[in-house]
Each structure stands twice: as structure tokens, then as C-alpha cells.
């Protein structure tokens, strides 16, 4: 849980510290409203995926599912500043498959927290491994980082790409092509 009369007085001690009028219209609700706020984007620290992932469903052939476009919003633990972007899901099923919008749950749960991409694209993979022990995970993050684009080297449009993979995906050629072909082609309405 998020101690929000901790997160309050450090914002405020923070706009002191740079400066500013804590007192003055626009700031006095800023602590209680980050708090708040910070209770929301950092709703996933004390989540794991064990529920999210235990309603499975039977199936009789185990054709790749391929989750796209999963948009997600974190924050970098290193600027805590936003970073965003797409995440790819794909497993091959092992007599099982969860409800689409579970991988998409399963994203949320890893991006709210302080976060960095790389260890999101792998706790993506392995919480699924883990859960519905598929045959094989692979996970792509695409995402902007503020603190590449407002601050330091301000490379606006600059895209990291992360891959994880697992099971069968690894060393696997023709099973990431595939993969990279559902993710980059045949895009509904595009
Ligand atoms: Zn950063």
C-alpha cells in the first residue's frame, strides 16, 4: 500500500527544495493529488499474477496466441519519469489458453511500478512461463522515455525495443519470425 502522507509531505518538501510556494493556489492540493495519483501508477507493487492467470480454458490444438498493441504506461526507476509505449505477447499453449484481456492485466501489473523496460519484458515472460506454463513466451516492449526525451541527450522519437524469451522462443528462428510477422504485418486498419 501506498503510504500517502509519506508521498504527501516529500512532494512538498520536493517544490520546496526547488524553490516553489507551497502555499500559492496552484500547488496546495499538488501533494494530496500526487499521492493519490502515485496509488493509482503504482498500483501493481503489491500485485502479482497468480489470480489474474488461474482462469484457463482448454484447448485441443496449440496454435500460437498473439496479444498486440498492449498499450501500458510506466515509470523509469531511474528519472522517475513515464515511459510508454506497446507491448507484444505471444505463448504457444500447452493444452491451455487464459482470456485475452488477462495478458493485457498481466502488462499493467509489471508497468505499475518503478520500473525499468528490460526487467518488465522479462517479469512479462516468466510470470506467464510460471502461471500457464505454456511451451514457449515471447514478449516485445516498443517504448519512449521521457527521461531520453525532456531531459539529458533529448532524443524525442527515439523508440527502446526489448525482447524476452522463453520455452520454446529460445534460439528458435522460425517461431520469432512468426512472431514478428503477426506483431508487424496484417495490422487491423492500418
Ligand atoms: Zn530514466
Same mark, same amino acid.
Given at each position: 500500500?501506498v503510504d500517502k502522507e509519506r508521498v504527501k509531505k516529500a512532494v512538498t518538501d520536493i517544490l520546496e527544495a526547488?524553490?516553489?510556494?507551497t502555499?500559492?493556489?496552484?500547488l496546495?492540493?499538488t501533494p494530496d493529488r500526487i499521492a493519490?495519483?502515485y496509488?493509482? @501508477?503504482?498500483?501493481?507493487?503489491?500485485?502479482?499474477?497468480?489470480?489474474?492467470?488461474?482462469?484457463?480454458?482448454?484447448?485441443?490444438?496449440?496454435?500460437?496466441?498473439?496479444?498486440?498493441?498492449?498499450?501500458?504506461?510506466?515509470?523509469?526507476?531511474?528519472?522517475?519519469?513515464?515511459?510508454?509505449?506497446? &507491448?507484444?505477447?505471444?505463448?504457444?499453449?500447452?493444452?491451455?489458453?487464459?482470456?485475452?484481456?488477462?495478458?493485457?492485466?498481466?502488462?499493467?501489473?509489471?508497468?505499475?511500478?518503478?520500473?525499468?523496460?528490460?526487467?518488465?519484458?522479462?517479469? @512479462?515472460?516468466?510470470? @506467464?512461463?510460471?502461471?500457464?506454463?505454456?511451451?514457449?513466451?515471447?514478449?516485445?516492449?516498443?517504448?519512449?522515455?521521457?527521461?531520453?526525451?525532456?531531459?539529458? @541527450?533529448?532524443?524525442?522519437?527515439?523508440?527502446?525495443?526489448?525482447? &524476452?524469451?522463453?520455452?520454446?522462443?529460445?534460439?528458435?528462428?522460425?517461431?520469432?519470425?512468426?512472431?514478428?510477422?503477426?506483431?508487424?504485418?496484417?495490422?487491423?486498419?492500418?
Open positions: 500500500m526547488i524553490g516553489e510556494d502555499s500559492r493556489e496552484g496546495v492540493e493519490r495519483m496509488e493509482e @501508477i503504482f498500483g501493481g507493487m503489491n500485485e502479482d499474477c497468480h489470480e489474474i492467470l488461474s482462469k484457463r480454458f482448454t484447448v485441443d490444438n496449440n496454435e500460437m496466441v498473439v496479444e498486440r498493441d498492449i498499450t501500458f504506461y510506466s515509470m523509469c526507476e531511474h528519472h522517475l519519469l513515464p515511459f510508454f509505449g506497446k &507491448a507484444h505477447v505471444a505463448y504457444v499453449p500447452n493444452g491451455e489458453v487464459v482470456g485475452l484481456s488477462k495478458l493485457a492485466r498481466t502488462v499493467e501489473v509489471f508497468a505499475r511500478r518503478p520500473q525499468i523496460q528490460e526487467r518488465m519484458t522479462a517479469q @512479462i515472460a516468466d510470470a @506467464i512461463m510460471k502461471e500457464l506454463k505454456p511451451q514457449g513466451v515471447m514478449v516485445m516492449l516498443e517504448a519512449e522515455h521521457m527521461c531520453m526525451t525532456m531531459r539529458g @541527450i533529448k532524443k524525442p522519437g527515439s523508440t527502446t525495443v526489448t525482447v &524476452a524469451t522463453r520455452g520454446d522462443f529460445v534460439d528458435n528462428e522460425k517461431l520469432q519470425s512468426t512472431f514478428y510477422g503477426r506483431v508487424k504485418n496484417f495490422r487491423v486498419g492500418h
